[in-house]
């Protein structure tokens, strides 16, 4: 069904002139090819006011741990294992040489490190959560102020939910903040995989490859750090995954502050084809691509009844005031949570992954402590309709029903929509 939405033509012509293509947006900043690996980027652009009359009083979130380590050895030392061998063999140009130098600084770093938080992904907790309280006071002020924040039981997101929480209590001592860690959360926090989407994303990986073929132009590169065609052209060197490998150590840098950075080994045509790869492959793997039956952004299906009966409880409750419920897990929660709850562009069908890019693209979705926000605003005014109002990275954005007051959408509207379409899927389940 084709959806409205009411939106003033002095916006949709500032939205139209404001908007970069990705490929625009690489060029000019090309920490953003690093796909699920891009550093968070606080927000720059103030948020509307609410309607006259109305104030927040709650928050549903869910949120991704912030920037971390890389999660395997091998990611870090496969790189350093062909640039040795090179080394050893005398054909390193002189770029090559100053690439091992500094993987071979960095490595010890990493050392009893793999899938941490890092510092910087600690600021940007931080960072989420001082923001928070600065933009919805009213939902963290007063000592009837309740938070409740879960994580999965993974440490990264464990010390993400901290230092969100440790702002927010730095704001308002006296609210009431609960803290949990379980397994018993990880079947909507962080949910497995049914057999119907296991299904549904067969043909994934042979996609991806023909893509990843099409998609990795090796040559320059490997010309530039060997000085033997012969070295990286053998069958057994596979050029263009040792590119895609060194990309993936290179890109994930920002991710602390080590003092190494590494991509003038890319041209930002390569680092563009590269990210092309990575926008298909988490397209077909979590988001709404009709190649996949547009049914992985089910993936979390469990996740949004969760913050919708969670919500229910907090609206038919007569003791509470004001709070959130916080949420912590990975990109491949929010991610589908995202497109499932078609935010922005989040939920749009592709059928030419060629031109992907000009209707989905993953690094708006899911950088490095991605998060989404529901903020839900009330008005005094007796039996006036709970409006709620949807941040993506704390942006505003769009949502699938109907308004005449962007971005606020009447909470009821929203709800019956997204309670449809959960029951349509689970009937198929």
Known sequence: MRKFFFLSSFLVAALSLSAQTAKEEIYADVLKSASN?????????????????YEPFYMSHYGRHGSRWLLNDNDYMNPIRVLRRADELHVLTPLGKEALEKLERFYPCTKGRLGDLSDIGEQQHHGIGKRMTKNFPEIFSGKEAQVDARSTV???????????????????????????????????????????????????????????????????????LFTDEGFWNDEDF????????????????????????????????????????????????????????????????????????????VMASKTFKNGASLRFGHEVCVMPLACLMELDSCGRQVEDLDHLE???????????????????????????????????????????????QYPYYKWDDLRTYYLKKLEEYEKGE
Not at 263 to 290: H, M, Q, R, S
Not at 379 to 393: E, G, R, T
Request: hydrophobic share 35%.
């Open 154 to 224: 993974v440490i990264r997101c464990i010390l993400s939910m901290t230092a969100e929480c440790e702002e927010i209590t730095a704001f308002n001592p006296n609210l009431k903040m609960h803290n949990d860690v379980s397994e018993s959360f990880q079947w909507y926090l962080n949910a497995g995989w049914p057999n119907r989407l296991k299904d549904a994303s067969r043909n994934r990986s042979r996609i991806v490859s023909e893509y990843a073929k099409k998609y990795t132009h090796p040559e320059r590169f490997c010309r530039a």
């Open 238 to 313: 596979r050029p263009r995954s040792f590119m895609r490998s060194m990309f993936g150590v290179i890109n994930n840098m920002q991710s602390h502050g080590c003092g190494e950075d590494l991509w003038n080994l890319f041209t930002k045509e390569e680092c563009y084809d590269l990210w092309k790869i990575v926008n298909i492959d988490w397209y077909l793997g979590y988001g709404p691509a009709p190649q996949t039956q547009g049914l992985m952004p089910f993936l979390q299906n469990h996740l949004l009844r969760n913050m919708i009966e969670t919500t229910d409880t």
């Open 358 to 404: 000009d209707q989905w693209v993953n690094f708006r979705i899911y950088p490095m402590a991605c998060n989404i926000q529901l903020v839900f605003y009330r008005s005094k005014k007796k039996d006036a309709p709970i409006l709620v109002k949807a941040l993506l990275n704390e942006k505003e954005a769009t949502l699938p029903v109907a308004t005449d």
């Open 37 to 53: 690996h891009m550093a968070y980027q606080a927000p720059t652009q103030p948020l509307t006011k609410a309607p006259k009359g």
